[in-house]
């Protein structure tokens, strides 16, 4: 493995940082849309509400990789990052600098 777990653990926590910061500026985004037809139209509310599942399923990604980041933080810290969980065969550098996140090498990851 080439890149160097300091490297690694600061792509993730970078990662880590972004999406948290993703995560607060959608939430407005993503609170209950309004119904009252007085103060706003039809098409107005189909498009908050569009926006609102919008936003809402941005923000199951963001926790999925959140969830994908604390596990490869694990396995820093246990010695296994780098390595594909299913046959433990080395993960290519530049799959790593592409997603630190990747539990699996290509093969597997398909």
């Known amino acids: 493995m080439t890149i160097l ?5 600061a792509l993730l926590e970078a990662k880590r940082a972004e999406l948290e910061s993703l ?26 509400l569009q926006q609102q599942a919008m936003a809402t399923a941005a923000e199951r990604a963001r926790k999925r990789d959140l969830v994908r980041i604390e596990m490869a933080l694990r396995r820093l810290g246990e010695g296994e990052y ?25 093969a597997c990851a398909r």
């Open 5 to 9: 777990p300091d490297h690694a653990r």
């Open 23 to 48: 995560s607060q500026a959608s939430q407005d985004m993503r609170a209950a849309v309004e119904l009252d037809q007085t103060s706003v139209g039809r098409v107005s509310r189909i498009d908050a």
């Open 82 to 106: 780098g390595f594909c969980a299913e046959y433990g065969e080395e993960i290519a550098d530049g799959r790593l600098r592409i997603d630190p996140m990747a539990e699996k090498c290509v």
